[in-house]
């Protein structure tokens, strides 16, 4: 039997063992409980059901001891709402009683089910860089807004496993490594340096939670709805979600943003454990160090994650299809790139594909074949899946948004105009699960620029000047285009590059390894691209991006007083380089 209160056209159902005798007034439509209404700000009405035994009113008024182990449907749009809720349900966390007015529960099991009448100007499906970005701009924009994220954290894959637990586990094993083996340089003599991998976990796992608990608190101060749970379309503005608490609950939106990211793609015939054959979120839980760890795929992931356990004593074997690691880089710098790996003790066999994958034991044997026809067997002791990610939509049943669902490009993502609306117009979607790189920062620029969009405004983001950065030591950062790709497209172009060998910084920290180069425009001297292999190259690159977007010219970064002595001073000669002479080269 149920009872129903009605506030703001949205409900909760409360599931209760026991209630404490409570009575209240009763006419055909009577407020109750106003200390419970004062917190809430809004009107409440308990509207009785049709079959409800009369035997139970005395003169207008019901006891609700009767109610033993129903469900009373509480309806809530409003943030105040959502306090009075959360101080009934603390006393069953606890297992006191906990009383808001009159209204008095006992053993309450929490919360079974919500549908939400009251409609969001947005929904956003999915809590990642991308997804939980736009909720925020949104709210800021003074709409109502609903997140609704499955994994029970916020941040997606970047910040849960991907992103932020790998450079934390790429510093401390640089710091590992440079205890082990540079110190000495230094002046600083460490003996017996140790691995302790689970305190180095532990660092770890703090600084994500962390930062997820940061986005929860930014959730909390800019008044955006936080829904735990997987969701899927019930229709074009209905998202119905399955609740991780049990349960499900119904948010509809005037908008949504589907910012639902991107799964590893697999490979045939390699089946991935997250044990001995792991993606890159098996690489970040390891229990050990792994004597020999086979990289598949020369990318960003494979060689950070590489990088890791190579510095921690793992043997480092890269297997990647292309002729070369890291294809969308710049020639020159991908060159200087892998000899530095080599130095650092990585192996590649190029040209070389994976056929099959067995596990033995302790071991894996992978079945490779060159492009040559040769074939070979190779063994590892775990094997590091990272051929690329792909769009996930799995499970959002797109086919009831309409007969013909959303449109979708040959590899599976989204089709999207140039305000990131689907095929629906009201149902936009950003990140991985479009077109363009497949970048952290790069879905957080689409949300922004979504959401203006959504709002009437204008919206802009510039795929040529999203940067990508590969977190090694020493770390490849860029943006823009390549020396090879202006080639390819006819354009004419000057290049000036500067070594970091020549900068007083670098030479002073011991780390001058790599150099910065710039491809401009031959006639108008118009930044083209900007690449880095080098000490903080992730940092510097900013600097080349910032350019880029006002459309400066090298000779304006060169002509631009930078500090002494800084690495910085490297982009400056690099620019002078291109479009005159540097001074210390």
Partial sequence: MNLRFIACNCSIVISCASVMPMHVSVTSVTAVDMSLLQICQTRMYLYLPAKWPHSHLHSGVITLAHLVNCNF????????????????TAGSRTGRCQAVGSLTFRSLFGVRGFASAEQQDLVVLGGGPGGYVSAIKAAQMGMKVTCIEGRGKLG??????????????????????????????????????????????????KAVAGLTSGIEGLFKKNKVTYVKGWGTFKGPNEIEVSLLDGGNQTVSGKNIIIATGSEVTPLPNIPIDEER????????????????????????????????????????????????????MDGEVRKAFQRSLTKQGFKFKLNTKVNGAKIEADKVTLDLESKKGEKETFEADVVLVSA????????????????????RDNRGRLEVNAKFQTSVPHIYAIGDCIPGPMLAHKAEEDGVAAVEYMAGKKGHVD??????????HPEVASVGKT??????????????????????????VDDAEGLVKFVSDAKTDKILGAHIMGPSAGEL????????????????????????????????????????KPIHS
């Avoid at 409003?78 to 009934?88: D, F, I, Q, S, T």
């Avoid at 690329?388 to 449109?407: A, H, M, Q, V």
Wanted: overall charge neutral; charged content about 20%; hydrophobic content about 40%.
């Fill in 156 to 205: 997606g894959t970047c910040l849960n496993i991907g992103c932020i637990p790998s450079k934390a586990l790429l510093n401390s094993s640089q710091k590992y490594h440079d205890a082990k083996d540079n110190f000495k340089e230094y002046g600083v003599d460490v003996s017996d340096v140790k691995i302790v991998l689970p305190q180095m976990m532990k660092q770890k796992d």
């Fill in 277 to 328: 054959i792991v993606s890159s979120t098996g690489a970040l839980l390891l229990k050990e160090v792994p004597k020999n760890l086979a990289v598949v795929g020369g990318g960003y992931i494979g060689l950070e994650m590489g990088s890791v356990w190579g510095r921690l004593g793992s043997k480092i074997t890269v297997i990647e299809y292309m002729d070369t690691i890291v294809p969308t």
């Fill in 483 to 508: 020396e090879e790709q202006c080639k390819a497209e006819g354009i004419e172009v000057k290049c000036g590059k500067f070594a970091f060998m020549a900068n007083s910084r670098a030479r002073t």
């Fill in 541 to 580: 690159i900013s600097e080349c991006v910032l350019a880029m977007n006002y459309g400066a010219s090298t000779e304006d970064v060169a002509r631009t007083c930078h500090g002494h002595p800084t690495l910085s001073e490297a982009v400056k000669e690099a620019a002078m380089a291109t479009y005159s």
């Fill in 388 to 407: 690329g990610r792909r769009p996930y939509l799995t499970g959002l049943n797109l086919d009831k948004i309409s007969s013909e669902g959303l449109k």
């Fill in 463 to 472: 795929y040529n000047t999203v940067p990508g950065i590969v977190y090694t």
């Fill in 73 to 88: 449907c509480v309806e809530r749009p409003v943030a105040a709402w959502n306090m009075a809720l959360r101080a009934l």
